[in-house]
């Protein structure tokens, strides 16, 4: 195994009763990383982060922590800390008693601990909070305890549970940019588990996307929203348009999509094996929208539309169209550049063929 | 009906009559009762002779013997804390066991075991102290005719009653820390674990301070539920008589306003123990 | 933790369990149903027979008390609740702020109090040289001392009183769990008081009020010191005839009997209160 990751794993299952919760994930995070696990709920995510805290035992495959076995060890001996989705503060015991928790177990030596206290506690910006109760304090200094409470440990390895969940929009932005610089200052490795993919994609350095147990894609956030490899990661991360058809012609990595009503719109190729004939999917980005009323440039695809709302929400407004029964999304630019548009008013849309995507149809 | 839906002034001067003659209904008997542990006359009742502290002090030289000299209440008093002790120690912690069995553990049966934990709160106080006193009363019986043992641990007396009282109070102080321990956020015990807390550890430092007020209001709400049971008691007692059966036969004797005076200590105690579960809650 | 119990440890918070429940519920419950089957021929010569049981059918007496004990207890149940839910409604969704609880506790604190002291307190009052009558007479309302104990008003007057707190805690707990809204829905769609108190309020509170009235009725059918001390001559309660065999007769079989009826009615009633109102035991008391 290689041993200058962090965390590895190879081929991990857990089964309950039929059902594959985690279906051979392998993953691999570098020391000092901020590592993603993104998915709907029900994808296996939580399992998976139970099955590396050790609150639950793999069916297959191992895990390795700084190239030590883990799969033997119980929970409160790996060198793994977590905060939990509901944070899960002591309600029995002050802030800096919480904090000192883990220490104690240590057996670190009470004036000893004081100090490590009160020196992560200035560290994530709550100075002189040892002696209060933590119900007294705001959403956002609750997770700061609760990501004290791990630091303190010094852990090889942070694991968060979605524990930005509970906070309200606002907070939330906030402390996803706190998150992001708290783990470059202390240099800990965070695998962090989400639903939500903007957090996924503003804090992480690597990304897991995963689905039904499996991982679709692991990538920069970067990578994964500009080269989907899966339609599932396609549709998942961003907002997305999909138009299905079937592929007339393929050429230089470009294919030509007929859709339903005879349209025939061109996107570069995703997947293997996509030849005249077969189903595919096309996705393109609201943003990738361009409004065309004049004549479209020369390499690029397009589709007649028919405007069916425009909905305004500041820099993300967008405009509702339908081609043949499909909605399609466009980004309606604020800067004036955008064309008036009516109700029921014809309007093209078209795009650089090596901004879409096409995939074999995937089945439903 | 509710604050948000109009009500006619008539209604709401009707409604909070109701609510005053209700209160008074409940206040009434005691209020008078404890008025009457002070009244300088041989009857708790008017006219009013005038205050006097003699149904608590006096030492039976003038014919009067008030509480703290009172030889007879005061046994009896010392009998029902010794039970009401034990009935405390062993139903809390029998409470205890029952919540972590019933919340923690998942077992075939479970159901039908719950059942039978709240069996004791269908059962008429009466009959609980009946049954315990026919078998176990009448197993000493047995054992002394065909053997000749003496199980005196089993005729009336202190283990009898404590067992009859331990019978339905198990269940109700059960109920209230398994209600606490419902509530535990199990997340809690597998953060301790993370921390590095051994099962055990974890038990103890996360666990068993987060069930405490529940076991502490347990614990008070038994001892007062022993010290002022009847019904179970009365069935089991033995030579020596606990408070509210000694009470209870002084009082059909004739009633004397140290009767009124015992009545008002034991409201103040129950008041004070009230009071320290209220806290402790809070 | 939970799913790697072992057996072990199961069985060892399982055994207090157990030890409680068959030592001191199951065992002598049921040596209590055998005992009343025996007949006692000789002093120590036992036969089977149904002789106690027939007793209770042949004596008036008997059955008369019992079925007296069942009506007034089922007649003060449905007193106790009338008289607090009102009460019980006030205290959920009238009252606000600092008055809420200190209403509830003004409920509660009456009943720190024993039964024993609380009945006593009632005999000062109603009594002949009572409060009552003392006061009537300086009003000039009646001529001579009046007797307002020892009869069935007051019986009832002081189960109702005992009770009451066992009605108004879950009553209050129900009710405080409602969502107002309801209720202003239920007006909203042109419910008058009435119809909202029948189809949403009472279905919403049935689990509280079911639990308190098992809970009253238990108490009131197995108590002992009210009846026995605020009834008349003819007021007689049926633990008191349990109590008689038991205490003056040492006719344990015929009392064991007179026990093994009177769970039987509880538990029969207890079980079609639950019946008719779709709940179960173990939502309204667990």
């Known amino acids: 195994m290689a041993t200058e990751s962090d965390l590895s794993c190879s081929g991990l299952v857990r089964r309950f009763g039929n059902n594959a919760a985690v279906d051979h994930v392998s993953l691999d995070v570098p020391a000092g990383t901020f590592f993603s696990i993104l998915g709907p709920s029900g994808c296996g995510k939580t399992t998976l982060l139970r099955l590396l805290a050790g609150f639950d035992k793999p069916d297959e495959g191992d895990i390795f922590i700084r190239g030590h076995r883990m799969n033997e060890v119980p929970p409160n001996k790996r060198p793994v800390n977590m905060v939990f989705q509901h944070l899960a503060l002591f309600p029995t015991m002050s802030v800096g008693d919480n904090i000192g928790y883990g220490l104690k177990r240590k057996k670190v030596p009470a004036a000893e601990r004081r100090k490590r206290i009160a020196r992560v506690l200035e560290q994530v910006g709550l100075p002189e909070l040892e002696n209060r109760d933590p119900q007294e304090l705001s959403g956002g200094q609750r997770q700061r305890v609760a990501l004290a409470r791990c630091l303190v440990l010094e852990p090889t390895l942070l694991l968060l549970d979605e524990p930005l969940g509970a906070l309200d929009l606002k907070l939330r932005e ?7 610089h708290l783990q470059k200052q202390f240099g800990t490795t965070f695998v962090y588990i989400t639903h939500d993919q903007s957090e996924a994609m503003v804090m992480s350095d690597q990304v897991a996307v995963m689905k039904n147990g499996r991982f679709e894609q692991v990538a920069p956030p970067e990578e994964l929203y500009r080269q989907p490899a899966t339609p599932f990661v396609a549709g998942f991360v961003g907002d997305n348009n999909r138009l299905a058809g079937t592929v007339v012609s393929v050429a230089d990595d470009v294919a030509a999509v007929r859709l339903s009503d005879g349209a025939v719109v061109r996107g570069r190729v995703a997947s293997a094996g996509l030849a005249p004939g077969a189903q595919a999917e096309l996705y393109i980005r609201p943003e990738s929208l361009s409004f065309s009323q004049t004549a479209a440039g020369g390499g690029s695809s397009s589709l007649q539309t028919r405007v069916r709302t425009t909905l305004f929400d500041g820099a993300n407004s967008r405009v509702e169209a339908e081609s043949n029964g499909q909605a399609l999304f466009a980004r309606l630019p604020q800067d004036g550049t955008a064309p008036a548009l009516t109700p029921d008013g014809h309007l093209e849309l078209s795009w650089d063929p090596d901004l879409a995507r096409v995939f074999g149809a995937s089945p439903q | 009906m509710i604050r948000s839906v109009p009500r006619s002034r008539l209604f709401d001067a009707l409604y909070l009559s109701y609510l005053l003659a209700f209160f008074l209904y409940l206040a009434l008997p005691l209020l008078v009762t404890a008025v009457f542990a002070f009244n300088d006359s041989p009857f708790p009742s008017l006219p009013w002779q005038g205050f006097t502290l003699d149904w608590y002090l006096a030492d039976g030289t003038d014919g009067r013997t008030g509480l703290f000299h009172d030889d007879g209440l005061l046994s009896a008093l010392w009998v029902s804390t010794k039970i009401a002790f034990w009935v405390t120690l062993v139903s809390v912690g029998l409470g205890c066991v029952n919540a972590v069995l019933f919340e923690r553990v998942e077992f075939r049966g479970k159901e039908l075991l719950y059942l039978l934990m709240l069996l004791p709160l269908v059962i008429p106080g009466v009959i609980l102290g009946v049954s315990i006193l026919v078998f176990y009363s009448g197993m000493a019986n047995d054992v002394s005719r065909l053997w000749g043992i003496e199980l005196d641990l089993f005729r009336p007396g202190l283990t009898l009653v404590v067992m009859g009282q331990v019978t339905f109070i198990t269940t109700l102080a059960t109920l209230v820390i398994a209600a606490r321990l419902r509530k535990f956020d199990r997340q809690l015990e597998e953060a301790a674990l993370n921390l590095g807390a051994t099962p055990l550890v974890a038990w103890f430092t996360v666990t068993l301070p987060w069930l405490l007020p529940s076991i502490l209001g347990a614990a008070a709400m038994a001892f007062l539920m022993s010290f002022e049971n009847f019904n179970t008691t009365v069935m089991l007692t033995g030579s020596d008589t ?14 004397t306003p140290v009767l009124n005076a015992v009545a008002l200590f034991l409201m103040l105690v129950s008041a004070l123990l009230a009071l320290f579960t209220l806290r402790q809650k809070s | 933790m939970n799913s790697s119990v072992s057996r072990f440890s199961l069985w060892l918070l399982l055994a207090p369990f157990l030890l409680w429940i068959v030592l001191l519920v199951l065992v002598p419950h049921l040596q209590m149903l055998r005992v009343s ?32 004990t069942g009506v007034m207890s089922l007649f003060t149940t449905f007193l106790t609740l009338l008289i607090a839910f009102p009460i019980a409604w006030y205290i959920a969704r009238l009252a606000r702020g600092n008055s809420k609880g200190i209403l509830f506790l003004a409920c509660l604190i009456p009943f720190w109090a024993s039964e024993l ?3 006593y307190g009632w005999m000062i009052l109603l009594r002949e040289s009572g409060l009552f009558s003392s006061w009537l007479q300086a009003l000039g309302w009646v001529d001579g001392p009046v007797e307002m104990l020892y009869n069935d008003v007051a019986v009832i007057i002081g189960l109702v009183y005992n009770g009451l707190l066992f009605m108004v805690v879950p009553l209050v707990t129900t009710l405080d769990g409602m969502d107002e809204s309801l209720v202003e829905a239920g ?7 009435g119809t909202v108190l029948r189809e949403v309020v009472i279905p919403w509170a049935m689990p509280g009020i079911v639990s308190g009235c098992i809970v009253v009725f238990m108490l009131t059918l197995g108590s002992y010191l009210t009846p026995i001390l605020m009834g008349g001559k003819d007021s007689a309660w049926f633990t008191q005839q349990i109590f008689t065999q038991f205490i003056t007769r040492f006719n344990w079989e015929q009392g064991a009997a007179l026990g093994v009826l009177l769970l039987v009615l509880s538990s029969l009633l207890v079980w079609l209160g639950l019946k008719l109102t779709g709940q179960s035991l173990r939502k309204v008391m667990g």
């Open chain 3, 187 to 193: 007006y909203d769609l042109g419910g008058g008081h």
């Open chain 1, 174 to 180: 906030q402390m996803k940019i706190e998150l992001k």
């Open chain 3, 37 to 68: 089957f025996q007949v006692r021929e000789s002093w120590d010569t036992l036969a089977w027979g149904l002789e106690q049981y027939q007793n209770f059918f042949s004596e008036s007496y008997y059955w008369r008390t019992f079925v007296r």
């Open chain 2, 242 to 255: 606990p408070l509210t059966v000694a009470l209870f036969n002084r009082l059909r004797e004739g009633s």
């Open chain 3, 117 to 119: 002291v609380r009945t």
